[in-house]
Each structure stands twice: as C-alpha cells, then as structure tokens.
T-cell receptor
Framework: GAVVSQHPSWVICKSGTSVKIECRSL??????MFWYRQFPKQSLMLMAT?????????EQGVEKDKFLINHASLTLSTLTVTSAHPEDSSFYIC???????????????FGPGTRLTVL | SQKIEQNSEALNIQEGKTATLTCNYT??????LQWYRQDPGRGPVFLLL?????KEKRKERLKVTFDTTLKQSLFHITASQPADSATYLC??????????FGAGTRLFVKA
C-alpha cells in the first residue's frame, strides 16, 4: 500500500529558530502533497497544497512567508517553519495523493505526523 | 456557512457490539465522502470512500452509508474489538482535490 513518511517525528526548538519537516512518498509518485496542522482534539486544518515543480497554494490565514513549502520532486515535500514561536507548537501532518494511478478521487495517504514544540 | 459535524462526545461500547458513528454536513454537495481512523499522535489512515451515487459500502467489519438527501453518513463497525478504539474522521471532497475534515469522534471499545 501507499506509504508516506515524515521526518522528524518530533522536534523541540527555541523561539526564533527555523524548523524543517520532510514528507516523502515511499512507493508512489505524489504529484500533489498537502500540509495540515492539528491542535489537540480538533480537526485537521489544511495549511497548503503543493504541486511538484510549482508554488504552493496557501489557505486563507496561513502566512506563506512563515510556512515555506518546497515540493522539488515527485516524492518529497518540505515544510519550513521560519522564526518559530510558541503559538506555532502543533502537530503537523502531511499527506500525498498518488497522481500516477489515474484515480479521480482524492484518497490521501497521510504521514505519521510531526510534533513541534517551540519553547 | 459550510459545516461538518461529528459527535464530539466519545462513544463507549462493549466489545462485540456494533459501533455507529455519525457525520452530518450542511451546505456541501460532495461528490464523495471518506472515513479515516486516527490514533493518538499519529496521522489518519484511510478506511473507506463512498460516492454520492452509492448508498452503502462495505469492507470487512466496516460499513458506510451515504444519504445525500439527509446530508448524512453513518459509519458502522460490527463485532467491535478493543483494537478498534481510536478517533474516526469524516472527510468531504469539496472540489478540485481539497478535502475538509470533521473534528472526529473518539470511540472506546471495552473488553
């Protein structure tokens, strides 16, 4: 089955530093990847959609200069949280859509998530 | 406004019983609806997809119904087991490849 990995699984950083999270599709080519954040007991909130080789599309209210997304290849997307602050502490989850299967549905395969804690 | 509602209260059931979770939505006309399972500290795992022209979909002990008139989907787990304890998320496809998730319902299955 389709597998998506994320690295790191958890990270603790100081306020003002930048953190990079990687999302990889391991056994399929992901033409589209999605980045979500989730607060405790709340729904997944879509932050941005990234397509390989083009700029990410950010959801309303998400600062593109703070959350930098790079989707340089069909198997890798990165999210960089720049100048992190305590309010950025959250669970960040990526997902990928298998663009090569020709499927007309949006079945997304999720990574295991990254827990970010900003001190 | 557009809304997806899942029962925010946890559902507690006895092992062997059927668990039924509800997903209601307003102001959407989704082409299909999906159910995911999420364990604490983990990403969601895809379970089932049901299209607007399908009334019911089954997979092993799982069954999903989709009533576009009532704007409701029901998710059933038959012969539930403690290992089924998790949060179950309902997700609607809203156009393009954008998916909107409900907040989920926590299920506890007691042995």
């Amino acid at each position: 089955g389709a597998v998506v990995s994320q690295h790191p699984s958890w990270v603790i950083c100081k306020s003002g530093t930048s953190v990079k999270i990687e999302c990889r599709s391991l056994d399929f080519q992901a033409t589209t990847m999605f980045w979500y954040r989730q607060f405790p007991k709340q729904s997944l909130m879509l932050m941005a959609t990234s397509n390989e080789g083009s700029k990410a599309t950010y959801e309303q209210g998400v600062e593109k200069d703070k959350f930098l997304i790079n989707h340089a290849s069909l198997t890798l997307s990165t999210l960089t949280v720049t100048s992190a602050h305590p309010e950025d502490s959250s669970f960040y989850i990526c997902s990928a859509r298998d663009g090569t299967s020709g499927a007309s549905t949006d079945t997304q395969y999720f990574g295991p998530g990254t827990r970010l804690t900003v001190l | 406004s557009q809304k997806i509602e899942q029962n925010s209260e946890a559902l507690n059931i006895q092992e062997g019983k059927t668990a039924t979770l509800t997903c209601n939505y307003t102001n959407y006309s989704p082409a299909y609806l999906q159910w995911y399972r999420q364990d604490p500290g983990r990403g969601p795992v895809f379970l089932l997809l049901i299209r607007e022209n399908e009334k019911e979909k089954r997979k092993e002990r799982l069954k999903v119904t989709f009533d576009t008139t009532l704007k409701q989907s029901l998710f059933h787990i038959t012969a539930s087991q403690p290992a089924d304890s998790a949060t179950y998320l309902c997700a609607l496809h809203t156009g393009g490849f954008k998916t909107i998730f409900g907040a989920g319902t926590r299920l506890f299955v007691k042995a």
